[in-house]
Each structure stands twice: as C-alpha cells, then as structure tokens.
C-alpha cells in the first residue's frame, strides 16, 4: 500500500513536503512523529528517519566495539607473536576503523536523498525500513 502524496499542510501546521524532508533530522522526525495524528505521508517519513537513525546507530556501535577488539587483539598479537603477524592484523584494524569514518558519509548521503524525495512528494521506500515504517504508520 503506498502512501498518498503530500496534501496541503500537515497538522503541525507545516506544509506536509516540508515537514516529511525535515523529519530526516533525527530529532525532529521523533517530534514529527508523535505531534502529527493526520497526515500519513509525514508519519511515514518521520518513522522511516527514526528506523534509519535506529540501524545506523546499532550499526555503528558495533564497528566500535569491533574496531576496539580488534585493536586489543592486534596490540597483544604485535607484543607476542612477532611484527609479521601484527602488522597483517593492523591492516584489518585499520580497514575496521576506516569503515568506521566512512559509514557516517553514507548515513547522511541516504538523509539526504531521502529528504529531498520527500521534499519532492515521492514516498520512497527504504529496504527494510520502510515496510517496517509503513505498517507502524498503517496500524
């Protein structure tokens, strides 16, 4: 079931495209969310931004405390084992660590084309996410 096209205002008093595109602030599509009862098209957004901040942030959580181990791991390897074996595990740490800089560039790349297919008026449907999105919005 796809969502209809913006309408008019939202209840919040914004127009519903601007309030969609401007839910993709994390905080502000959890305002978004509970303060708007009617329009489903900005409740959809908010929700879809508020799974998206949810998954990134487990997401990256988990390369940090990967990233962590991993460099204990390395630290202890390059005392004990030798330099060969340390350095080869220093490569992943550093391939841990450099996914850790470059998740967050991908996060707000998907902010921002979702935000600007919103501001647009499309309903796009992120994997995952959106169905999820979509049936809490539909309940």
Request: glycine share 10%; no cysteine.
């Amino acid at each position: 079931m796809q969502n209809p096209p913006p309408q008019g205002n939202s209840s919040t008093g914004l127009d519903a495209n601007i309030a969609a595109a401007i839910s993709y602030i994390w905080i502000v599509g959890l305002i978004l969310f509970f303060l708007e009862k009617e329009n489903r098209f900005v409740r959809f957004h908010a929700m879809q931004s508020i799974l998206y901040g949810i998954g990134w942030s487990v997401l990256m959580i988990m390369l940090i405390i990967v990233g962590m181990i991993f460099t204990f791991i390395g630290t202890a390897l390059a005392a004990t084992a030798g330099d060969a074996i340390g350095s080869l595990f220093g490569i992943l740490v550093g391939l841990v660590w450099l996914l850790i800089w470059v998740v967050p560039l991908a996060l707000i790349v998907g902010l921002i084309l979702t935000a600007v297919k919103a501001y647009q008026g499309q309903t796009v449907k992120l994997p995952i996410i959106g169905n999820m999105a979509e049936k809490i919005v539909n309940k």
